[in-house]
Protein backbone atom coordinates (compact mmCIF):
# COMPACT_ATOMS: atom_id res chain seq x y z
CA UNK A 1 0.00 0.00 0.00
CA UNK A 2 2.56 2.56 1.35
CA UNK A 3 4.67 1.89 -2.27
CA UNK A 4 1.68 1.99 -4.38
CA UNK A 5 1.04 5.63 -3.00
CA UNK A 6 4.80 7.09 -2.85
CA UNK A 7 5.03 5.57 -6.17
CA UNK A 8 1.52 7.49 -7.29
CA UNK A 9 3.32 10.94 -5.73
CA UNK A 10 6.57 10.07 -7.67
CA UNK A 11 4.47 10.04 -10.74
CA UNK A 12 2.60 13.10 -9.77
CA UNK A 13 5.47 15.17 -9.23
CA UNK A 14 7.28 14.06 -12.17
CA UNK A 15 4.29 14.97 -14.23
CA UNK A 16 4.46 18.64 -12.58
CA UNK A 17 8.30 18.70 -13.91
CA UNK A 18 7.10 17.64 -16.85
CA UNK A 19 3.98 20.49 -17.39
CA UNK A 20 5.90 23.17 -16.10
CA UNK A 21 9.05 22.10 -18.59
CA UNK A 22 6.72 22.14 -20.96
CA UNK A 23 4.92 25.81 -20.52
CA UNK A 24 9.23 26.90 -19.96
CA UNK A 25 9.65 25.55 -23.28
CA UNK A 26 6.78 27.05 -24.91
CA UNK A 27 7.75 30.32 -22.94
CA UNK A 28 11.28 30.22 -24.06
CA UNK A 29 10.66 29.63 -27.88
CA UNK A 30 8.08 33.25 -28.10
CA UNK A 31 10.57 34.83 -26.13
CA UNK A 32 13.39 34.24 -29.24
CA UNK A 33 11.13 35.02 -31.55
CA UNK A 34 10.37 38.66 -30.15
CA UNK A 35 14.54 38.39 -29.67
CA UNK A 36 15.23 37.61 -33.33
CA UNK A 37 12.82 40.22 -34.47
CA UNK A 38 14.87 42.76 -31.92
CA UNK A 39 18.10 41.82 -33.75
CA UNK A 40 16.72 42.18 -37.28
CA UNK A 41 14.24 44.86 -37.36
CA UNK A 42 16.38 47.82 -37.29
CA UNK A 43 17.56 46.28 -40.58
CA UNK A 44 14.67 46.03 -42.31
CA UNK A 45 13.28 49.37 -41.10
CA UNK A 46 16.22 50.92 -42.46
CA UNK A 47 15.97 49.47 -45.94
CA UNK A 48 11.95 49.89 -45.69
CA UNK A 49 12.74 53.86 -44.96
CA UNK A 50 15.52 54.10 -47.68
CA UNK A 51 12.75 52.92 -50.35
CA UNK A 52 9.70 55.40 -49.18
CA UNK A 53 8.23 58.67 -50.58
CA UNK A 54 9.36 61.72 -48.48
CA UNK A 55 5.40 61.93 -47.17
CA UNK A 56 5.11 58.53 -45.53
CA UNK A 57 8.92 59.15 -43.78
CA UNK A 58 7.89 62.47 -42.55
CA UNK A 59 4.90 61.25 -41.09
CA UNK A 60 6.93 58.11 -39.83
CA UNK A 61 4.48 55.76 -40.92
CA UNK A 62 7.34 53.17 -42.18
CA UNK A 63 8.12 50.12 -40.39
CA UNK A 64 8.22 46.90 -41.83
CA UNK A 65 8.17 47.26 -45.82
CA UNK A 66 8.65 50.27 -47.96
CA UNK A 67 5.38 52.55 -48.77
CA UNK A 68 4.85 54.54 -51.83
CA UNK A 69 8.00 52.90 -53.09
CA UNK A 70 10.69 54.79 -54.61
CA UNK A 71 14.18 54.01 -55.38
CA UNK A 72 15.65 57.49 -56.25
CA UNK A 73 18.05 57.48 -53.70
CA UNK A 74 19.38 54.19 -55.25
CA UNK A 75 19.52 56.13 -58.25
CA UNK A 76 21.64 58.56 -56.99
CA UNK A 77 23.72 56.84 -54.52
CA UNK A 78 24.83 54.26 -57.60
CA UNK A 79 25.19 57.54 -60.14
CA UNK A 80 27.72 58.98 -58.39
CA UNK A 81 31.10 58.49 -58.37
CA UNK A 82 31.78 59.07 -54.40
CA UNK A 83 30.14 55.76 -53.66
CA UNK A 84 32.38 53.76 -55.98
CA UNK A 85 35.39 55.52 -54.89
CA UNK A 86 35.08 54.68 -51.26
CA UNK A 87 34.27 51.40 -52.26
CA UNK A 88 37.71 51.08 -54.42
CA UNK A 89 39.43 52.55 -51.17
CA UNK A 90 37.97 50.60 -48.83
CA UNK A 91 39.24 47.59 -50.43
CA UNK A 92 42.32 48.26 -51.04
CA UNK A 93 43.03 49.57 -47.15
CA UNK A 94 40.81 46.07 -46.20
CA UNK A 95 43.25 43.69 -48.60
CA UNK A 96 46.56 46.08 -47.55
CA UNK A 97 45.67 45.16 -44.30
CA UNK A 98 44.96 41.39 -44.36
CA UNK A 99 47.80 40.87 -46.20
CA UNK A 100 50.49 42.14 -44.03
CA UNK A 101 48.99 41.14 -41.64
CA UNK A 102 48.67 37.66 -42.05
CA UNK A 103 52.16 37.45 -43.25
CA UNK A 104 54.06 38.82 -40.51
CA UNK A 105 51.85 37.22 -37.94
CA UNK A 106 52.06 33.56 -39.64
CA UNK A 107 56.04 34.23 -39.82
CA UNK A 108 57.07 35.82 -36.47
CA UNK A 109 54.79 33.09 -34.76
CA UNK A 110 56.06 29.89 -36.71
CA UNK A 111 59.89 30.94 -35.37
CA UNK A 112 58.45 31.52 -31.61
CA UNK A 113 56.75 27.59 -32.36
CA UNK A 114 60.85 26.58 -32.60
CA UNK A 115 61.46 26.19 -28.77
CA UNK A 116 65.48 26.03 -30.28
CA UNK A 117 64.95 29.12 -31.35
CA UNK A 118 67.44 31.30 -29.42
CA UNK A 119 65.40 34.72 -29.40
CA UNK A 120 62.69 33.00 -28.50
CA UNK A 121 62.38 34.52 -24.85
CA UNK A 122 63.10 38.07 -25.82
CA UNK A 123 61.04 37.74 -28.90
CA UNK A 124 58.09 37.15 -26.92
CA UNK A 125 58.61 39.87 -23.83
CA UNK A 126 58.56 42.05 -27.21
CA UNK A 127 55.27 40.66 -28.27
CA UNK A 128 53.92 40.76 -24.62
CA UNK A 129 54.73 44.17 -23.79
CA UNK A 130 52.39 45.46 -26.41
CA UNK A 131 49.80 43.93 -25.36
CA UNK A 132 49.92 45.93 -21.79
CA UNK A 133 51.52 49.34 -22.69
CA UNK A 134 51.03 51.52 -25.47
CA UNK A 135 51.78 55.34 -26.61
CA UNK A 136 48.55 56.40 -27.29
CA UNK A 137 46.59 58.06 -30.14
CA UNK A 138 48.22 61.28 -29.93
CA UNK A 139 52.02 60.41 -29.80
CA UNK A 140 51.35 57.64 -32.55
CA UNK A 141 49.64 59.90 -34.54
CA UNK A 142 52.86 62.16 -34.62
CA UNK A 143 54.64 59.34 -35.40
CA UNK A 144 52.91 58.25 -38.13
CA UNK A 145 52.68 62.62 -39.39
CA UNK A 146 56.09 62.87 -38.95
CA UNK A 147 56.73 59.49 -41.61
CA UNK A 148 54.83 61.65 -43.78
CA UNK A 149 52.48 58.50 -44.03
CA UNK A 150 49.55 60.62 -43.52
CA UNK A 151 46.98 60.26 -46.70
CA UNK A 152 48.55 57.20 -47.51
CA UNK A 153 47.42 53.48 -47.46
CA UNK A 154 50.38 52.80 -45.23
CA UNK A 155 48.75 54.90 -42.71
CA UNK A 156 45.64 52.61 -42.44
CA UNK A 157 47.91 49.68 -43.12
CA UNK A 158 50.53 49.63 -41.19
CA UNK A 159 50.66 51.22 -37.25
CA UNK A 160 48.14 47.99 -36.15
CA UNK A 161 49.28 45.69 -38.57
CA UNK A 162 50.67 43.41 -35.87
CA UNK A 163 48.51 42.37 -32.94
CA UNK A 164 50.59 40.32 -30.29
CA UNK A 165 47.28 38.83 -29.61
CA UNK A 166 47.05 37.08 -32.87
CA UNK A 167 50.50 35.99 -32.85
CA UNK A 168 50.19 33.76 -29.54
CA UNK A 169 46.66 32.56 -31.48
CA UNK A 170 48.53 31.65 -34.38
CA UNK A 171 51.34 29.83 -32.34
CA UNK A 172 49.11 28.18 -30.35
CA UNK A 173 47.24 26.87 -33.48
CA UNK A 174 50.74 25.86 -35.18
CA UNK A 175 51.37 23.59 -31.88
CA UNK A 176 48.68 21.60 -32.79
CA UNK A 177 50.65 20.78 -36.18
CA UNK A 178 52.56 17.26 -35.36
CA UNK A 179 56.64 17.83 -34.53
CA UNK A 180 57.09 14.70 -36.76
CA UNK A 181 55.63 16.12 -39.66
CA UNK A 182 58.82 18.90 -39.20
CA UNK A 183 61.18 16.57 -38.29
CA UNK A 184 60.96 14.12 -41.42
CA UNK A 185 60.73 17.55 -43.77
CA UNK A 186 64.12 18.06 -41.89
CA UNK A 187 65.49 15.30 -42.62
CA UNK A 188 64.78 15.45 -46.16
CA UNK A 189 66.88 18.68 -45.96
CA UNK A 190 64.01 21.01 -46.09
CA UNK A 191 64.73 24.45 -44.78
CA UNK A 192 62.79 26.81 -42.48
CA UNK A 193 61.10 28.33 -45.22
CA UNK A 194 60.35 25.48 -47.03
CA UNK A 195 58.85 23.73 -43.98
CA UNK A 196 56.27 27.36 -43.16
CA UNK A 197 55.63 28.07 -46.60
CA UNK A 198 55.71 24.17 -47.93
CA UNK A 199 53.63 22.40 -45.31
CA UNK A 200 52.16 24.64 -42.17
CA UNK A 201 50.84 27.19 -44.80
CA UNK A 202 48.23 24.70 -46.38
CA UNK A 203 47.50 22.87 -43.19
CA UNK A 204 46.77 26.62 -42.10
CA UNK A 205 44.05 27.55 -44.07
CA UNK A 206 41.11 27.00 -41.62
CA UNK A 207 43.17 29.54 -39.55
CA UNK A 208 44.05 31.63 -42.41
CA UNK A 209 40.70 32.17 -43.55
CA UNK A 210 39.30 33.40 -40.14
CA UNK A 211 41.96 35.52 -39.47
CA UNK A 212 41.39 37.18 -42.95
CA UNK A 213 37.99 37.72 -42.91
CA UNK A 214 37.86 38.75 -39.42
CA UNK A 215 40.49 41.61 -40.17
CA UNK A 216 38.71 42.44 -43.83
CA UNK A 217 35.71 43.30 -41.79
CA UNK A 218 37.30 44.87 -38.69
CA UNK A 219 38.92 46.88 -41.40
CA UNK A 220 35.92 47.67 -43.18
CA UNK A 221 33.69 48.84 -40.48
CA UNK A 222 36.41 50.72 -39.11
CA UNK A 223 36.34 54.69 -39.16
CA UNK A 224 38.89 56.02 -36.42
CA UNK A 225 41.82 55.68 -38.00
CA UNK A 226 40.65 56.95 -41.15
CA UNK A 227 39.52 60.07 -39.08
CA UNK A 228 42.94 60.57 -37.94
CA UNK A 229 44.97 60.03 -41.08
CA UNK A 230 43.11 60.14 -44.23
CA UNK A 231 42.03 63.92 -44.78
CA UNK A 232 41.68 63.55 -48.36
CA UNK A 233 38.26 63.56 -49.19
CA UNK A 234 39.22 61.30 -52.30
CA UNK A 235 41.09 58.54 -50.36
CA UNK A 236 38.92 58.15 -47.45
CA UNK A 237 36.67 54.88 -47.17
CA UNK A 238 33.17 54.05 -47.03
CA UNK A 239 32.50 54.45 -43.47
CA UNK A 240 34.02 58.03 -43.29
CA UNK A 241 31.86 58.81 -46.12
CA UNK A 242 28.90 57.65 -44.14
CA UNK A 243 29.16 59.57 -41.48
CA UNK A 244 30.14 63.04 -42.91
CA UNK A 245 26.44 61.90 -44.85
CA UNK A 246 24.99 61.12 -41.95
CA UNK A 247 25.91 63.50 -39.01
CA UNK A 248 27.25 66.82 -40.59
CA UNK A 249 25.38 69.82 -41.69
CA UNK A 250 25.35 69.83 -45.42
CA UNK A 251 27.78 66.63 -45.25
CA UNK A 252 25.13 64.84 -47.54
CA UNK A 253 25.22 67.35 -50.54
CA UNK A 254 29.02 67.92 -50.01
CA UNK A 255 29.71 64.41 -50.10
CA UNK A 256 27.89 63.47 -53.22
CA UNK A 257 29.68 65.54 -55.48
CA UNK A 258 27.82 66.34 -58.72
CA UNK A 259 24.79 65.17 -57.43
CA UNK A 260 24.21 67.39 -54.53
CA UNK A 261 22.59 69.88 -56.20
CA UNK A 262 20.16 66.84 -57.61
CA UNK A 263 19.35 66.40 -53.65
CA UNK A 264 19.24 70.03 -53.00
CA UNK A 265 16.59 70.68 -55.72
CA UNK A 266 14.53 67.21 -54.85
CA UNK A 267 14.62 68.02 -51.24
CA UNK A 268 13.16 71.58 -51.70
CA UNK A 269 10.38 69.98 -54.12
CA UNK A 270 9.07 67.36 -51.88
CA UNK A 271 9.80 64.63 -54.24
CA UNK A 272 13.07 63.17 -52.27
CA UNK A 273 14.08 62.87 -49.01
CA UNK A 274 17.67 62.91 -47.50
CA UNK A 275 16.86 60.23 -45.36
CA UNK A 276 16.83 58.10 -49.24
CA UNK A 277 19.90 58.74 -50.14
CA UNK A 278 21.15 58.22 -46.69
CA UNK A 279 19.76 55.04 -45.79
CA UNK A 280 20.56 53.77 -49.33
CA UNK A 281 24.28 54.49 -48.15
CA UNK A 282 24.17 52.59 -45.00
CA UNK A 283 22.12 49.65 -46.83
CA UNK A 284 25.14 50.11 -49.77
CA UNK A 285 27.60 49.93 -46.72
CA UNK A 286 26.01 46.77 -45.20
CA UNK A 287 25.56 45.02 -48.23
CA UNK A 288 29.31 43.65 -48.86
CA UNK A 289 29.68 42.31 -45.41
CA UNK A 290 25.94 40.69 -45.23
CA UNK A 291 27.38 39.06 -48.80
CA UNK A 292 30.15 37.31 -46.67
CA UNK A 293 27.95 36.75 -43.85
CA UNK A 294 27.78 32.93 -44.62
CA UNK A 295 31.31 32.22 -44.84
CA UNK A 296 32.25 34.27 -41.96
CA UNK A 297 29.67 32.35 -39.72
CA UNK A 298 31.00 29.27 -41.12
CA UNK A 299 34.51 29.81 -39.88
CA UNK A 300 33.95 32.39 -36.67
CA UNK A 301 32.87 29.80 -34.65
CA UNK A 302 36.35 27.99 -34.94
CA UNK A 303 38.30 31.49 -34.99
CA UNK A 304 36.67 31.45 -31.34
CA UNK A 305 37.52 28.26 -30.50
CA UNK A 306 41.23 28.72 -31.44
CA UNK A 307 41.45 32.11 -29.37
CA UNK A 308 39.62 29.75 -26.62
CA UNK A 309 42.83 27.63 -26.36
CA UNK A 310 45.19 30.65 -25.47
CA UNK A 311 42.75 31.78 -22.97
CA UNK B 1 73.60 39.33 -9.77
CA UNK B 2 72.97 35.50 -9.41
CA UNK B 3 74.64 34.99 -12.58
CA UNK B 4 77.95 36.74 -11.24
CA UNK B 5 77.66 34.30 -8.58
CA UNK B 6 77.42 31.21 -10.12
CA UNK B 7 80.01 32.35 -12.47
CA UNK B 8 83.00 33.19 -9.58
CA UNK B 9 81.81 29.81 -7.99
CA UNK B 10 83.00 27.96 -11.12
CA UNK B 11 85.88 29.92 -11.01
CA UNK B 12 86.43 28.94 -7.35
CA UNK B 13 86.00 25.30 -8.59
CA UNK B 14 87.19 24.85 -11.96
CA UNK B 15 89.88 27.35 -12.38
CA UNK B 16 88.12 28.70 -15.37
CA UNK B 17 88.53 32.34 -15.84
CA UNK B 18 85.09 34.39 -15.77
CA UNK B 19 86.10 36.16 -19.00
CA UNK B 20 86.50 32.90 -21.20
CA UNK B 21 83.22 31.16 -20.05
CA UNK B 22 81.16 34.18 -20.99
CA UNK B 23 83.07 34.29 -24.05
CA UNK B 24 82.42 31.19 -25.34
CA UNK B 25 78.90 31.62 -24.60
CA UNK B 26 78.78 34.28 -26.40
CA UNK B 27 80.09 32.80 -29.34
CA UNK B 28 78.09 29.98 -29.18
CA UNK B 29 74.87 32.08 -28.76
CA UNK B 30 76.34 33.65 -32.24
CA UNK B 31 76.56 30.42 -33.77
CA UNK B 32 73.49 29.08 -33.15
CA UNK B 33 72.16 32.27 -33.78
CA UNK B 34 73.18 32.31 -37.25
CA UNK B 35 72.66 28.49 -37.68
CA UNK B 36 68.81 29.62 -36.79
CA UNK B 37 69.29 32.98 -39.58
CA UNK B 38 65.95 31.58 -41.43
CA UNK B 39 63.84 31.57 -37.96
CA UNK B 40 65.24 35.73 -37.55
CA UNK B 41 64.52 36.56 -40.93
CA UNK B 42 60.86 35.06 -40.09
CA UNK B 43 60.51 37.46 -37.04
CA UNK B 44 61.94 40.55 -38.88
CA UNK B 45 58.70 41.87 -40.59
CA UNK B 46 56.53 41.73 -37.28
CA UNK B 47 59.48 42.87 -35.31
CA UNK B 48 59.94 46.18 -37.35
CA UNK B 49 56.85 47.40 -37.33
CA UNK B 50 56.27 46.37 -33.30
CA UNK B 51 59.02 48.40 -32.99
CA UNK B 52 58.21 51.41 -35.41
CA UNK B 53 54.27 51.82 -34.56
CA UNK B 54 54.45 50.58 -30.79
CA UNK B 55 57.64 51.12 -29.27
CA UNK B 56 58.44 54.36 -30.82
CA UNK B 57 54.90 55.79 -29.45
CA UNK B 58 55.56 54.57 -25.81
CA UNK B 59 59.02 56.83 -26.48
CA UNK B 60 56.75 59.48 -27.55
CA UNK B 61 54.90 59.55 -24.26
CA UNK B 62 57.85 61.82 -22.96
CA UNK B 63 56.09 64.86 -24.61
CA UNK B 64 53.66 64.62 -21.91
CA UNK B 65 56.13 65.64 -19.64
CA UNK B 66 57.34 68.44 -21.85
CA UNK B 67 56.19 71.57 -23.98
CA UNK B 68 56.47 69.73 -27.78
CA UNK B 69 57.44 71.29 -30.62
CA UNK B 70 57.31 69.62 -34.07
CA UNK B 71 60.19 71.65 -35.19
CA UNK B 72 62.51 70.32 -32.13
CA UNK B 73 60.99 66.75 -32.32
CA UNK B 74 60.59 64.99 -28.74
CA UNK B 75 64.09 64.89 -27.88
CA UNK B 76 64.69 68.49 -28.42
CA UNK B 77 61.58 69.55 -26.76
CA UNK B 78 61.89 71.35 -23.10
CA UNK B 79 60.66 69.60 -20.03
CA UNK B 80 58.20 71.24 -18.48
CA UNK B 81 58.60 73.15 -15.50
CA UNK B 82 56.82 71.92 -13.00
CA UNK B 83 57.32 68.63 -14.87
CA UNK B 84 53.57 67.30 -13.95
CA UNK B 85 51.81 70.40 -15.36
CA UNK B 86 50.20 68.99 -17.88
CA UNK B 87 48.49 66.18 -15.05
CA UNK B 88 47.65 69.34 -12.48
CA UNK B 89 45.68 70.88 -15.03
CA UNK B 90 43.92 67.98 -16.01
CA UNK B 91 42.30 67.96 -12.37
CA UNK B 92 42.18 71.56 -11.87
CA UNK B 93 40.43 72.60 -14.95
CA UNK B 94 36.75 72.71 -15.13
CA UNK B 95 36.41 69.41 -17.43
CA UNK B 96 39.01 67.26 -15.55
CA UNK B 97 36.95 65.22 -13.41
CA UNK B 98 33.79 65.50 -15.19
CA UNK B 99 35.77 63.64 -17.91
CA UNK B 100 37.04 60.90 -15.51
CA UNK B 101 33.33 60.59 -14.05
CA UNK B 102 31.94 60.10 -17.05
CA UNK B 103 34.21 57.51 -18.44
CA UNK B 104 33.83 55.20 -14.95
CA UNK B 105 29.96 55.45 -15.23
CA UNK B 106 29.96 54.73 -19.16
CA UNK B 107 32.35 52.08 -18.48
CA UNK B 108 30.78 50.32 -15.33
CA UNK B 109 27.54 50.75 -16.44
CA UNK B 110 28.22 49.20 -19.53
CA UNK B 111 29.88 46.38 -18.19
CA UNK B 112 26.53 45.63 -15.61
CA UNK B 113 24.13 45.38 -18.58
CA UNK B 114 26.95 43.84 -21.70
CA UNK B 115 28.78 41.27 -19.47
CA UNK B 116 26.23 39.44 -18.31
CA UNK B 117 24.05 39.13 -21.61
CA UNK B 118 25.53 36.85 -23.65
CA UNK B 119 25.57 34.82 -20.49
CA UNK B 120 22.32 34.40 -20.15
CA UNK B 121 21.17 34.45 -24.09
CA UNK B 122 23.52 31.25 -24.46
CA UNK B 123 22.08 29.55 -21.06
CA UNK B 124 18.36 30.28 -22.77
CA UNK B 125 19.92 29.01 -26.03
CA UNK B 126 20.99 25.96 -24.13
CA UNK B 127 17.87 25.21 -23.02
CA UNK B 128 16.26 25.62 -26.43
CA UNK B 129 15.45 21.89 -27.31
CA UNK B 130 14.78 22.12 -31.33
CA UNK B 131 17.69 22.21 -32.86
CA UNK B 132 17.40 23.90 -36.34
CA UNK B 133 15.55 26.65 -34.33
CA UNK B 134 17.95 27.48 -31.81
CA UNK B 135 20.54 27.50 -34.58
CA UNK B 136 18.40 30.07 -36.38
CA UNK B 137 18.26 32.38 -33.66
CA UNK B 138 21.92 32.11 -33.33
CA UNK B 139 22.68 33.34 -36.97
CA UNK B 140 20.09 35.60 -36.46
CA UNK B 141 21.97 37.03 -33.22
CA UNK B 142 25.06 37.17 -35.05
CA UNK B 143 24.04 39.88 -37.31
CA UNK B 144 24.11 43.07 -35.16
CA UNK B 145 27.99 41.99 -34.30
CA UNK B 146 29.46 42.60 -38.10
CA UNK B 147 27.88 46.27 -37.96
CA UNK B 148 30.01 49.16 -38.21
CA UNK B 149 29.71 51.83 -35.09
CA UNK B 150 28.45 54.29 -38.06
CA UNK B 151 25.57 52.32 -39.14
CA UNK B 152 24.78 51.54 -35.23
CA UNK B 153 24.54 55.23 -34.66
CA UNK B 154 23.12 56.14 -37.58
CA UNK B 155 20.53 53.96 -36.74
CA UNK B 156 19.81 55.05 -33.06
CA UNK B 157 19.64 58.84 -34.74
CA UNK B 158 16.60 57.85 -36.92
CA UNK B 159 15.12 55.49 -33.93
CA UNK B 160 15.58 57.94 -31.40
CA UNK B 161 13.86 61.41 -33.83
CA UNK B 162 10.64 62.49 -32.86
CA UNK B 163 8.73 59.72 -35.16
CA UNK B 164 11.45 56.89 -34.86
CA UNK B 165 10.77 53.38 -33.31
CA UNK B 166 11.47 54.46 -29.84
CA UNK B 167 9.15 57.13 -29.39
CA UNK B 168 6.34 54.77 -31.20
CA UNK B 169 7.17 52.40 -28.48
CA UNK B 170 6.80 55.39 -26.17
CA UNK B 171 3.74 56.09 -27.80
CA UNK B 172 2.18 53.10 -26.68
CA UNK B 173 2.63 53.52 -22.91
CA UNK B 174 0.88 56.34 -23.70
CA UNK B 175 4.53 58.82 -23.09
CA UNK B 176 5.13 62.21 -25.45
CA UNK B 177 7.84 61.78 -27.86
CA UNK B 178 10.95 63.21 -27.40
CA UNK B 179 14.20 64.01 -29.66
CA UNK B 180 16.41 61.78 -27.79
CA UNK B 181 19.11 62.78 -30.16
CA UNK B 182 19.45 65.97 -28.59
CA UNK B 183 20.76 66.62 -25.07
CA UNK B 184 22.46 64.00 -23.15
CA UNK B 185 19.33 62.81 -21.25
CA UNK B 186 19.09 59.16 -23.71
CA UNK B 187 22.59 59.09 -24.19
CA UNK B 188 23.40 56.36 -21.46
CA UNK B 189 20.66 53.73 -22.89
CA UNK B 190 21.44 54.13 -26.22
CA UNK B 191 24.49 53.40 -25.68
CA UNK B 192 24.25 50.88 -23.73
CA UNK B 193 21.60 49.66 -25.59
CA UNK B 194 23.26 49.55 -28.75
CA UNK B 195 26.08 47.49 -26.80
CA UNK B 196 24.06 44.85 -25.55
CA UNK B 197 21.99 44.52 -28.96
CA UNK B 198 25.59 44.05 -30.84
CA UNK B 199 27.49 42.00 -28.87
CA UNK B 200 24.75 39.42 -27.08
CA UNK B 201 24.84 36.78 -29.28
CA UNK B 202 28.43 37.55 -30.58
CA UNK B 203 29.93 37.09 -26.65
CA UNK B 204 27.55 33.88 -26.43
CA UNK B 205 29.53 31.94 -28.86
CA UNK B 206 32.43 31.32 -26.32
CA UNK B 207 29.66 30.10 -23.70
CA UNK B 208 28.04 27.78 -25.85
CA UNK B 209 31.29 26.02 -26.80
CA UNK B 210 31.96 25.75 -22.88
CA UNK B 211 28.39 24.01 -22.21
CA UNK B 212 28.88 22.03 -25.75
CA UNK B 213 31.68 20.43 -24.41
CA UNK B 214 29.60 19.30 -20.90
CA UNK B 215 30.01 15.74 -20.73
CA UNK B 216 25.92 14.20 -21.45
CA UNK B 217 25.73 12.02 -18.68
CA UNK B 218 25.43 14.37 -16.16
CA UNK B 219 22.02 15.38 -17.28
CA UNK B 220 21.13 11.48 -17.57
CA UNK B 221 22.05 11.50 -14.00
CA UNK B 222 20.73 14.29 -13.36
CA UNK B 223 17.67 13.41 -14.88
CA UNK B 224 17.19 9.95 -12.64
CA UNK B 225 17.56 12.20 -9.10
CA UNK B 226 14.89 13.52 -10.38
CA UNK B 227 16.30 17.32 -10.85
CA UNK B 228 14.80 20.15 -12.50
CA UNK B 229 15.74 22.20 -15.13
CA UNK B 230 16.82 25.14 -12.97
CA UNK B 231 19.10 22.82 -10.49
CA UNK B 232 20.62 21.43 -14.13
CA UNK B 233 21.53 24.63 -15.02
CA UNK B 234 22.66 25.56 -11.34
CA UNK B 235 24.85 22.21 -10.93
CA UNK B 236 25.68 21.63 -14.18
CA UNK B 237 25.65 24.61 -17.20
CA UNK B 238 26.78 27.05 -14.54
CA UNK B 239 30.40 25.26 -13.19
CA UNK B 240 30.90 24.44 -16.83
CA UNK B 241 30.73 27.88 -17.88
CA UNK B 242 32.62 29.29 -14.49
CA UNK B 243 36.61 28.99 -15.71
CA UNK B 244 35.29 31.92 -18.95
CA UNK B 245 32.99 33.62 -17.29
CA UNK B 246 35.90 34.67 -14.95
CA UNK B 247 38.56 34.94 -18.00
CA UNK B 248 36.16 37.50 -19.50
CA UNK B 249 35.20 39.21 -16.51
CA UNK B 250 39.10 40.40 -16.08
CA UNK B 251 39.45 41.35 -20.00
CA UNK B 252 35.98 43.64 -19.75
CA UNK B 253 37.14 44.58 -16.40
CA UNK B 254 40.00 45.91 -17.67
CA UNK B 255 38.37 47.47 -20.93
CA UNK B 256 36.40 49.50 -18.75
CA UNK B 257 38.10 52.89 -19.08
CA UNK B 258 38.47 52.33 -22.93
CA UNK B 259 34.92 51.66 -23.77
CA UNK B 260 33.82 52.39 -27.30
CA UNK B 261 34.69 55.91 -27.50
CA UNK B 262 34.38 55.75 -31.36
CA UNK B 263 30.81 55.26 -30.71
CA UNK B 264 30.26 58.03 -28.52
CA UNK B 265 32.43 60.13 -30.83
CA UNK B 266 29.94 59.54 -33.37
CA UNK B 267 26.83 60.29 -31.09
CA UNK B 268 28.02 63.79 -29.91
CA UNK B 269 26.51 66.68 -31.04
CA UNK B 270 26.68 70.19 -30.27
CA UNK B 271 23.39 69.50 -27.67
CA UNK B 272 25.35 67.01 -26.02
CA UNK B 273 29.20 67.49 -26.67
CA UNK B 274 30.66 68.75 -23.12
CA UNK B 275 28.32 66.41 -21.23
CA UNK B 276 29.19 63.02 -23.15
CA UNK B 277 33.14 63.76 -23.00
CA UNK B 278 34.81 60.54 -21.64
CA UNK B 279 38.46 60.70 -22.66
CA UNK B 280 39.33 59.18 -25.49
CA UNK B 281 37.04 61.66 -26.79
CA UNK B 282 38.46 64.59 -24.77
CA UNK B 283 42.15 63.36 -26.06
CA UNK B 284 40.65 63.48 -29.54
CA UNK B 285 38.85 67.08 -29.73
CA UNK B 286 42.08 68.53 -27.75
CA UNK B 287 44.78 66.49 -29.11
CA UNK B 288 44.08 65.63 -32.70
CA UNK B 289 41.66 68.36 -33.40
CA UNK B 290 42.86 71.74 -31.26
CA UNK B 291 46.63 70.18 -31.43
CA UNK B 292 47.41 70.45 -27.74
CA UNK B 293 49.29 67.50 -28.38
CA UNK B 294 51.73 67.55 -24.65
CA UNK B 295 48.46 67.71 -22.89
CA UNK B 296 46.57 64.93 -23.99
CA UNK B 297 49.57 62.76 -24.14
CA UNK B 298 49.49 63.46 -20.22
CA UNK B 299 46.03 62.63 -20.08
CA UNK B 300 45.87 59.55 -22.31
CA UNK B 301 48.78 58.74 -20.35
CA UNK B 302 46.64 58.43 -16.08
CA UNK B 303 44.17 56.37 -18.77
CA UNK B 304 46.57 53.26 -20.12
CA UNK B 305 48.00 53.34 -15.93
CA UNK B 306 44.27 53.01 -14.86
CA UNK B 307 43.69 50.04 -17.22
CA UNK B 308 46.79 48.80 -16.44
CA UNK B 309 46.15 48.76 -12.70
CA UNK B 310 42.38 47.63 -13.17
CA UNK B 311 43.79 44.39 -15.58
CA UNK B 312 46.03 43.29 -12.81
CA UNK B 313 43.71 44.33 -9.88
CA UNK B 314 40.84 42.11 -11.15
CA UNK B 315 43.47 39.53 -12.13
CA UNK B 316 44.90 39.32 -8.47
CA UNK B 317 41.64 39.12 -6.87
CA UNK B 318 40.52 36.31 -9.55
CA UNK B 319 43.96 34.63 -8.69
CA UNK B 320 43.26 34.44 -4.86
CA UNK B 321 40.11 33.11 -5.20
CA UNK B 322 40.15 30.59 -7.45
CA UNK B 323 43.67 30.47 -8.89
CA UNK B 324 43.19 28.10 -12.01
CA UNK B 325 40.69 30.62 -13.43
CA UNK B 326 43.14 33.86 -13.47
CA UNK B 327 44.24 34.83 -16.76
CA UNK B 328 48.20 35.20 -16.13
Known amino acids: MAMATAKKEKVNTKNKIYIGSRAFDVALIIFMVALSIVFIYPFINIIAISLSSNSMIGSGAVTWYPKEITTKGYEIVFGTSTLYRAYAHTLLYCVGFTLVNLSCTSMIAYSLTQSEFVLRKPVTIILLVTMFFSGGTVPTYLLVRSLGLLDTIWAMILPNAVAAYNVFVYRAFYKGISIELREAARIDGAGEFRILFGIYYPLCKPLFATFGLFSMVGMWNSFYDALLYIKDFNKQPIQLILRQMLFKVGGLSSAMGAAGNEIGSGVQSGALNPKNVQYATIVATIAPIMIIYPFLQKYFTQGMQVGAVKG | ?328
Open chain 2, 1 to 328: MRADKTVSKNTKENGYTTKRSTGESLVHFIKKLAGQWQLLILCIPALTLLIIFKYMPIYGILIAFKNYKASRGIWGSEWLDPIFQNFTRFFSGPDGWNVVWNTVKVGVVSLIFTYPAPIIFALLLNELRIRWYKRTVQTISYIPYFISAVVVVGMLAEFGSMNGLFNQLRGLVGLDPVNMNYGAAYFMGMYVGSAVWQGMGYGSIIYLSALSNVDTSLYDVANIDGANRWQKVKHICLPAILPTTMVLLILNTGNILSQDFTKILLMQNDSNRSALNVINTYVYYFGIEQGQFSYTTAVNLMVSVASFILVFGTNTIVRKISPENSLF
